[in-house]
């Protein structure tokens, strides 16, 4: 185990010599401290910015996995697509069944 402190509002972490090898293989430089790879890599849990952060990393799509879905969206905006997820029959949604709110197509 390798022990980790720093000197401002410091805490001691215990970390694995392979943990640490993972953490320090995220430094810009050698000389950039852990506590500034954990605050730049790991994003506070559950918030918004994380998914967005995380959304924003992913690699493009592949023009095959773009297809992918732009087909999935259309399944999903057709009424006649849509599947009654009691009985797994197609069951298009009319205004009425709908309390009167039109359905966005």
Known sequence: MM???YRRGMRTVNLSDEA???LADWRRDDDEPISDVVLRE???R???AAILRGLEELPPLTEEEFAAVQSYLADERDPAQWQDTWTGTSTPISSSDS???QNAA
Do not use: D, M
């Open 42 to 44: 790991v994003p506070i």
């Open 46 to 48: 559950g918030s918004a």
């Open 20 to 22: 640490y090898q993972r």
């Open 99 to 101: 309390g009167g709110r």
């Open 3 to 5: 022990a980790l402190w």
